[in-house]
Nanobody, 128 residues
Framework: EVQLQASGGGLVQAGGSLRLSCVASGITFDNYAIGWFRQAPGKGSEGVSCISPMDGSTFYSDSVRGRFAISKNNADNAVYLQMHNLKFEDTAIYYC?????????????????????WGQGTLVTVSS
């Protein structure tokens, strides 16, 4: 059984930074794409970042590109989302997700329905 554990959320002032972590069990991260999604209050889910298994290539949504950085540590079976220059509109529950089917980290495939295994989410609150 695949289990993902996301952590690292919290309350931060606008302009601040946070690092989210996603640790997996039941799956080896170096074989599968990992995505980070978020859902703001009253809004739908948004794919924000993804990292590919084979070459470690990364993808970011326009809303976070240049401010967020995704990385992974295969030895720890963990993926991280370093978030800088946080804005009020980054306030959301952040989820990590993966799937055993091949996923290309791209706008077309960084979608909720492409990912079958999800962590429980971690809340990021940015105060203005």
């Amino acid at each position: 059984e695949v289990q993902l554990q996301a952590s690292g959320g919290g309350l931060v002032q606008a302009g601040g930074s946070l690092r989210l972590s996603c640790v997996a069990s039941g799956i080896t991260f170096d074989n599968y794409a990992i995505g980070w999604f978020r859902q703001a209050p009253g809004k739908g889910s948004e794919g924000v970042s993804c990292i590919s298994p084979m070459d470690g290539s990364t993808f970011y949504s326009d809303s976070v590109r240049g401010r967020f950085a995704i990385s992974k540590n295969n030895a720890d079976n963990a993926v991280y989302l370093q978030m800088h220059n946080l804005k009020f509109e980054d306030t959301a529950i952040y989820y990590c997700a993966t799937d055993t089917s091949p996923i290309t980290c791209s706008t077309a495939e960084l979608r909720v329905e492409m990912f079958g295994s999800w962590g429980q989410g971690t809340l990021v609150t940015v105060s203005s």
